[in-house]
């Protein structure tokens, strides 16, 4: 039978394959439907490692999702070469080889999905300092908001706008954002006024003011 074939350490393999390959499919099924939480170990580069566990679903190069990986294609390619007849010397560092490598590309995968989601996120801070559209008349000190289109990151976008000039800015008029008041524009019809404009690091962590004048 094909159980009585594997021996031993087959079966080991074959159940760390099963279980493995389940908890790999029910990941990517909540992965897919948006629910899906994982921790990360990120090594620094002083050799420390710190353990972060993500709610929705953060990923690192090392990660839960790549070590059921390691375990899912460790077991079945341990599975494999039992059934080909191959030493136990052999069948044990080629599954871990092999699982590592999975290991790794399942977190690099994870890792580059992220990236692409993080990409596609609109930061408002990336506003100020432009020049947009009123797409509705914007009313005059503060007294009530209006919209603006703006493009950022490449997308065109409405957000909500104020201003704190004596007279409401009319639609269609050009207006520079000069700040942000909450998730809404401040903005101001001088198109040459001068803007302290944020600059946004890549890690999304920090961000340092510069001061320069933008002429659009």
């Not at 499919?25 to 993500?54: M, P, R």
């Not at 690192?60 to 294609?73: D, M």
């Not at 599954?95 to 996120?121: E, P, T, W």
């Given at each position: 039978?094909?159980?009585?074939?594997?021996?031993l350490?087959?079966?080991i393999?074959?159940?760390l394959?099963?279980?493995?390959?389940?908890?790999?499919l029910?990941?990517?099924?909540?992965?897919l439907?948006?629910?899906?939480?994982?921790?990360?170990?990120?090594?620094g580069?002083?050799?420390?490692?710190?353990?972060?566990?993500?709610?929705?679903?953060?990923?690192?190069?090392?990660?839960?999702?790549?070590?059921?990986?390691?375990?899912?294609?460790?077991?079945?390619?341990?599975?494999?070469?039992?059934?080909?007849?191959?030493?136990?010397?052999?069948?044990?560092?080629?599954?871990?080889?092999?699982?590592?490598?999975?290991?790794?590309?399942?977190?690099?995968?994870?890792?580059?999905i992220?990236?692409?989601?993080?990409?596609?996120?609109?930061?408002?801070?990336?506003?100020?300092?432009?020049?947009?559209?009123?797409?509705?008349?914007?009313?005059?000190?503060?007294?009530?908001?209006?919209?603006?289109?703006?493009?950022?990151?490449?997308?065109?976008?409405?957000?909500?706008?104020?201003?704190?000039?004596?007279?409401?800015?009319?639609?269609?008029?050009?207006?520079?954002?000069?700040?942000?008041?909450?998730?809404?524009?401040?903005?101001?019809?001088?198109?040459?006024?001068?803007?302290?404009?944020?600059?946004?690091?890549?890690?999304?962590?920090?961000?340092?003011?510069?001061?320069?004048?933008?002429?659009?």
């Amino acid at each position: 039978m094909f159980w009585e074939q594997l021996g031993l350490i087959g079966q080991i393999y074959f159940v760390l394959g099963c279980v493995a390959s389940a908890l790999l499919l029910i990941q990517f099924i909540l992965l897919l439907i948006g629910f899906a939480g994982d921790g990360d170990i990120d090594i620094g580069g002083d050799g420390g490692a710190d353990f972060d566990g993500d709610a929705d679903g953060g990923i690192g190069i090392f990660t839960l999702k790549g070590l059921v990986g390691f375990f899912a294609i460790g077991g079945w390619v341990g599975v494999a070469c039992v059934l080909g007849g191959l030493h136990e010397g052999w069948t044990i560092p080629i599954s871990i080889i092999c699982g590592f490598v999975a290991f790794v590309a399942i977190g690099l995968a994870y890792k580059a999905i992220r990236k692409l989601q993080a990409d596609g996120v609109i930061d408002n801070r990336n506003a100020i300092g432009k020049v947009a559209e009123v797409y509705l008349k914007i009313p005059a000190k503060g007294e009530g908001h209006g919209k603006l289109s703006i493009v950022l990151q490449g997308k065109l976008v409405e957000m909500d706008a104020v201003t704190d000039e004596t007279e409401a800015i009319p639609t269609g008029k050009e207006v520079k954002v000069i700040g942000l008041i909450g998730d809404r524009c401040k903005v101001s019809s001088d198109l040459n006024v001068e803007v302290v404009v944020p600059v946004i690091e890549n890690t999304g962590k920090k961000s340092r003011k510069s001061k320069k004048t933008i002429e659009e």
